[in-house]
């Protein structure tokens, strides 16, 4: 499966700076009590996320409890809900026919609630990136005039966790609105235009009208991940969030993931916004995860740390593959006829079932290098400061101590992904990397860049070399 993602262009216009990345794993949320709204009866909500699963996902919810309560989620049959109840009479239900399982996606979801409309449709409108949603296999609007739970008063109002069956959200979430007394269409947040008509983009929201209970999330205070910054200080407490928690990865530069659909048939579990991977085998080699976006040219960095300590257990592999179908369940440590691979135990470089090189082995917290050269069909392996092989990434086609990829099979139409698994048979976790794809989910203070000042590596990035994300992709893939 290819996926390379939404909004893989260059240039947006207008660009965010941060997501917040909600982990499931820490129980992370947003949560508040509201203060006295302008309407109960008219109101916006705008928001851009970015699942990491696929099912039983909590966006946002308001209200004291079961008898009164609105929320906005994901099922568990992947379709996205809205609901309301007001003195346990259910006001609003709609249920999309479509799906959400897009895991390298970003979505922007607006509702433009105003129950004061004669004609029921009316009342509550769902976009999704910018189109109206009219597809519903649950379509209940709210009576005329109702207050539903998302604009009263007084009340608790949660982001990334239903506050009374505790679904709670995992992925990135970034320019959270609210808008107080206002039904807004989704152009007051994005936009399709002349030089990407497809696609559509988020707009800057900074001079909308919030009214009294309205607020703006942006997510830029490190400091102060819950700060409004409408004007409102209708400020959230941030529970259970990380400082490595904000993100460089947003709905206009969308940064590589692992992909957990691709492993779906394998042991492994993911968690840090799929960055990172753990393998739990027992017998045989295990798949555990590969890029959410394949590169078939331009020049590619990527660091992984690994966090498995040393011993019999610890057989990390990591490396470059053309196949994503049939590796799941084995050839990880060898490789089939589409992989490279680096491994920790030992040190090996090997490629088709054939060694290549030995280098340095790896084992806890060691910083894991890849140099992808696929304007020359080159890849180099690094730990830390040093390339293996007395490798040179800049050597361009003389190749330097790289592994070319002239044999190696693409079954994908020629795009390769990175990729890691294990080969052990031994029982427990076997194999785990935390990827950096240019937004770790770990604390690093390296502060390298690459020459168009993305990312935060660990190591220089080679001259030439790009993180990789759609604003890169745009202009190198």
């Not at 947040?189 to 942006?218: A, M, Q, R």
Request: hydrophobic share 30%.
């Amino acid at each position: 499966m290819i996926i390379l993602g939404t909004n893989s262009i260059k240039d947006t216009g207008y660009d965010v700076a941060n997501s917040l990345r909600f982990n499931d794993n820490d129980n992370a949320n947003l949560s508040r009590t509201k203060g006295t709204s302008d309407s109960t009866t008219k109101g916006t909500y705008s928001f851009w996320f970015k699942p990491s699963k696929t099912t039983g996902l909590t966006l946002i919810e308001n209200g004291t409890g079961s008898a009164d309560r609105a929320i906005i989620y994901i099922a568990s049959d992947s379709t996205l809900k809205v609901f309301s109840k007001i003195g346990n009479s259910t006001k609003l239900s709609l249920a999309t026919n479509r799906v959400f399982r897009d895991l390298s996606a970003w979505y922007n979801l607006v509702l433009a609630i105003d129950t004061t409309q004669g004609t029921a449709s009316n009342r509550v409108k769902l976009y999704i990136n910018g189109t109206q949603e009219t597809s519903f296999g649950t379509e209940t609007y709210p009576d005329q005039n109702d207050a539903l739970r998302f604009f009263t008063s007084s009340e608790i109002e949660e982001i990334g966790i239903d506050f009374e069956n505790g679904g709670l959200f995992d992925g990135y979430m970034c320019e959270i609105v609210k808008v107080d007394n206002a039904q807004l269409d989704a152009t007051s947040f994005g936009e399709f235009d002349s030089d990407s008509p497809t696609i559509w983009k988020p707009i800057d929201v900074s001079g909308l009208t919030f009214g009294t209970n309205g607020y703006y999330l942006d997510f830029e205070s490190s400091g102060s991940l819950g700060n409004d910054v409408s004007g409102n200080s209708n400020n959230f407490t941030a529970n259970n969030f990380a400082a490595t928690d904000q993100s460089t990865d947003t709905c206009t530069n969308n940064f590589a993931t692992l992909n957990p659909i691709q492993a779906a048939l394998s042991s492994a579990t993911f968690s840090e916004g799929n960055l990172k991977s753990v393998t739990a085998g027992t017998s045989g080699e295990n798949f555990g995860g590969g890029s959410s976006i394949g590169v078939a040219s331009g020049k590619w960095y990527f660091e992984a740390k690994a966090t498995v300590g040393s011993g019999s257990a610890d057989r990390n592999v990591i490396g470059v593959t053309g196949e994503l179908s049939t590796i799941a369940y084995n050839k990880s440590y060898y490789g089939s006829s589409s992989t490279v691979s680096y491994q920790s135990y030992n040190g090996k470089v090997i490629k088709n079932e054939v060694d290549q090189y030995t280098g340095s082995t790896y084992a806890t917290g060691d910083i894991i290098r890849i140099a992808l050269d696929l304007d020359n069909l080159h890849v180099y392996f690094g730990k830390g400061g040093t390339w293996q092989n007395s490798g040179n990434p800049e050597s361009g086609s003389t190749g330097t101590g790289a592994v070319d990829l002239v044999a190696l099979t693409s079954t994908t139409d020629g795009f390769y992904f990175v990729y890691h698994g294990d080969n052990s048979g031994a029982s427990g976790p076997v194999s785990t990397f935390e990827f950096n794809f240019g937004s770790p989910s770990y604390s690093e203070s390296g502060g390298e860049t690459d020459g168009n000042g993305y990312g935060n590596f660990n190591q220089s990035v080679p001259s030439g070399y790009y993180a990789l994300n759609t604003k890169n992709l745009a202009e190198y893939g």
